[in-house]
């Protein structure tokens, strides 16, 4: 499920070295920590977080195949 986020992020930066990806899975829930450049901060969450929310969708639809729930939280790199 990680190797579909990075696809997702990678796709939409300009930095692609600069994107981090940190997974931590319990039970029943998965959360993605998602570092990218400050400058690209804006393509990955979107005009009135519109992308984001995209992005949390689809990843939502994947985790449902495996019952599990996902959280995914966007964090400017420094």
């Known amino acids: 499920m990680k190797e579909i986020l990075q696809t997702i992020i990678t796709n939409l930066v300009e ?7 940190k997974e ?10 998602v570092k990218v450049a400050k400058k690209d901060m804006g393509k990955v969450i979107g005009k009135e977080g519109k992308v ?10 994947v ?3 495996e019952r599990k729930k ?3 939280e966007f964090v400017e790199e420094n």
């Open 24 to 33: 931590l899975e319990n039970e029943n829930t998965i959360n993605f920590e």
């Open 63 to 65: 985790a449902g195949k």
């Open 52 to 61: 984001a929310k995209a992005i949390r969708t689809l990843m939502k639809s």
């Open 70 to 72: 996902v959280s995914i």
């Open 15 to 21: 930095e692609k070295d600069s994107v981090e990806i």
